[in-house]
């Protein structure tokens, strides 16, 4: 089947403003499409970066493994694995935290001029909807588009 990722989001906020983003990742081919599935449309790009963002990278280090929450009474804490590493494309850094059985907990990305956590809840061990991996209808056929000179298509730079 290949390393697949969908990403969805569509927070909303007190201003009365709202970021939708849906994501679908084909890390394995290179390829990802940025989907409105509200207008039909979307955008079939190439990644230049295949850093998947739920993995722990092969060049990862090991730093500790910790305690969140107080691990002396039962069922109130989480222990995980802290490991770091360098974006060097991004000239950045992360620290991904994995729980024991390596299911991400949160990571952390930061650069010069940004930083990003991803923090997960309620983590599925199944994909409940496969079809949530498939190409929708109205993206098939589509050529993927030029990346223009300079520009890195990852997932982390569609948010940072």
């Given amino acids: 089947m290949g390393k697949k990722l969908r990403f969805r989001s569509n927070d909303s906020y007190p201003t009365n403003t709202s970021i939708a983003l849906d994501l679908l990742m ?17 955008e079939k790009k190439s990644l230049q ?10 060049d990862a280090t090991f730093l500790s493994s910790v ?27 992360y620290s991904i935290a994995v729980t024991m059985g390596c299911l991400p ?32 209808s109205f993206c098939l056929g589509l050529p993927v588009e030029e990346t223009p000179e300079g520009t890195v298509n990852s997932f982390l730079n569609e948010f940072m």
């Fill in 49 to 58: 970066s295949t850093l998947e963002p739920l993995d722990i990278p092969d």
């Fill in 105 to 136: 907990v949160s990571t952390f990305y930061f650069t010069e001029s940004t930083t990003l956590l991803f923090s997960n809840f309620d983590v599925d061990l199944e994909i409940k909807d496969p079809d949530l991996l498939m190409v929708p």
């Fill in 26 to 42: 084909f890390f394995e081919e290179g390829i990802f499409y940025k989907i409105d599935s509200k207008n039909q449309s979307c």
């Fill in 67 to 93: 305690h969140t929450g107080n691990p002396s009474i039962e069922g109130e804490g989480l222990k995980v694995n802290v490991w770091t590493g360098s974006i060097p494309d991004m000239k950045g850094h």
